[in-house]
């Protein structure tokens, strides 16, 4: 019963390759987010949907592009992989209740780009 | 620009007193606080909130204290227990809600027995 999914866990792959990591939430939560934390433990947000619409979009390449087919999943697929890929990218949902709002992580998928 | 920040990258505590991990940020339209707590290979979990028209949020062992003034926010943890040995995330959204985060680069906190 495993609230916030993530597969795969790992992915090791070439500069070049495209990839997709998938988000599965059962939590009922209208909102999700993609995080990538780098090699500095720094966690910055890339993607936050609301819905299946994309509501936030902070200045990711556009080699990264969020798909949502419904309000359950969000998957992130990336074009032409680079080295500085390289990250724990954390998938997260929400929902906001009685004015309050959390986020549920996922466990992370460790991508490494050779 | 680090909007939020976390000096102290880690700290050791002994089992039974208090851990105290502090938090400092830079925007001032920041109005909702978060700690997370975050175990090797999982993902960050929640532990606590704090909204900026409270300056003190309790929920068991945990209490958050946020001080607008300073700009400045802590964790403390009584009794520490060896299982609160995590890294710790402060994280501080603009919305009110947890809708966008801005977290800082973590504290790990080691409870000694």
């Known amino acids: 019963d495993t609230a916030v999914s993530q597969t795969p866990k790992y992915l090791v792959t070439q500069m070049g390759n495209d990839k997709s990591i998938k988000c599965e939430q059962n939590?009922?939560?209208?909102?999700m987010y993609w995080y990538k934390q780098d090699s500095k433990k720094f966690l910055k947000i890339m993607f936050s949907?609301?819905?299946?619409?994309?509501?936030i979009n902070e200045t990711v390449p556009n080699r990264f592009s969020p798909k949502s087919p419904d309000k359950a999943h969000l998957n992130l697929h990336i074009n032409s992989l680079e080295l500085g890929d390289s990250a724990v990218y954390f998938c997260?949902?929400?929902?906001?209740?009685?004015?309050?709002?959390?986020?549920?992580f996922g466990p992370g998928t460790r991508l490494l780009v050779l | 620009d680090q909007q939020v920040k976390q000096n102290s990258p880690s700290l050791s505590v002994q089992e039974g007193r208090i851990s105290i991990l502090n938090c400092d940020y830079t925007?001032?339209?920041?109005?909702?606080f978060l700690w997370y707590k975050k175990y090797p290979a999982e993902g960050p979990t929640f532990l606590i909130s704090?909204?900026?028209?409270?300056d003190k949020n309790e929920d068991g062992r945990f209490t958050v204290f946020l001080n607008k003034s300073a700009k400045h926010l802590s964790l403390h943890i009584v009794p520490s227990q060896p299982g609160d040995s995590a890294v710790y995330f402060c994280?501080?959204?603009?919305?009110?809600?947890?809708?966008?985060?801005?977290f800082g680069t973590g504290t790990r906190l080691q409870v000694t027995l």
């Open positions: 997260a949902s929400s929902l906001k209740q009685g004015g309050q709002e959390t986020q549920y």
């Open positions: 939590l009922g939560h209208d909102t």
């Open positions: 949907y609301n819905n299946k619409e994309l509501i």
């Open positions: 925007n001032s339209m920041f109005d909702y």
């Open positions: 704090i909204s900026s028209i409270k």
């Open positions: 994280a501080a959204s603009d919305t009110g809600t947890a809708s966008k985060l801005t």
